[in-house]
């Protein structure tokens, strides 16, 4: 079962212009959310994250909003560049009974296409 | 802060034969985690470790595979008689084992290729 999704596996955009890359769970569980980008060849970097009793965060060009009502979280890039084109992997955690073991479950990823 | 260093970065073996990843984590964090990687997919988390104790196990780790992390510091994935399915980019990470906001560091990974 997945218990996190990006359902667009591509986006594309012009450079300037906004990104916003979508992530929906299902586990009510989950109380702290990241977003990962990852280059060819190389392992996912971190690049922003939201606890559950936030519902937005931003940090420079990039802002991560919550709505865990909807079990729903989006990246929003602005502006956009071409060295944004990456695959960008949303990520949730959570606790296990009475520990949190920091296991990341990651959706399947967005590849993010800027055009110059 | 080095980041986490993982050997070797491509490995291209024959179905049956035995391979052996390593992973070194940053220093100071005490957790310790392998994923795999496929094609199209996110990460997959395999197992984990605080410190030296292997705490979590997946249900994709078949008994072919084996993980030890002696001493708490460097960890070795192990794949016995691998299988074309094996091929995969092995990502190892690891975090400092705060209670919360757990970000992972990852590795560059390990392509394996079973031909």
């Known amino acids: 079962d997945q218990q996190v999704k990006q359902n667009s596996p591509s986006l594309s955009v012009q450079e300037g212009r906004i990104s916003i890359l979508n992530c929906d769970y299902t586990?009510?569980?989950?109380?702290?959310f990241l977003w990962y980008k990852k280059y060819p060849a190389e392992g996912p970097t971190f690049l922003i994250s939201?606890?559950?009793?936030?519902d937005k965060n931003e940090d420079g060009r990039f802002t991560v909003f919550l709505n865990k009502s909807a079990k729903h979280l989006s990246l929003h890039i602005v502006p956009s560049q071409p060295g944004d084109s990456a695959v960008y992997f949303c990520?949730?955690?959570?606790?296990?009974?009475?520990?949190?073991?920091?296991?990341?479950?990651f959706g399947q990823g967005t590849t993010l296409q800027v055009k110059p | 802060d080095t980041g986490v260093s993982q050997n070797p970065r491509h490995k291209i073996t024959k179905r049956g034969q035995n391979v052996t990843f390593r992973c070194d984590p940053i220093?100071?964090?005490?957790?310790l985690y392998w994923y795999r990687q496929t094609l199209g997919q996110g990460p997959e988390f395999l197992t984990y470790?605080?410190?030296?104790?292997?705490?979590?196990k997946s249900r994709l780790l078949s008994d072919r595979f084996s993980a030890e992390r002696p001493k708490g510091s460097f960890s070795t994935l192990e794949i016995q008689r691998t299988e074309q399915g094996d091929s995969a980019m092995y990502l190892c990470?690891?975090?400092?084992?705060?209670?919360?906001?757990?970000?992972?560091?990852f590795g560059s990974g390990t392509q394996l290729s079973v031909l």
């Open positions: 939201i606890s559950s009793i936030k």
């Open positions: 990520a949730a955690s959570g606790r296990q009974g009475s520990s949190n073991t920091g296991k990341l479950i």
């Open positions: 586990n009510s569980m989950f109380d702290y």
């Open positions: 470790f605080q410190n030296e104790a292997q705490l979590e």
């Open positions: 990470a690891s975090s400092l084992g705060q209670p919360l906001n757990e970000k992972l560091f």
């Open positions: 220093s100071e964090h005490n957790r």
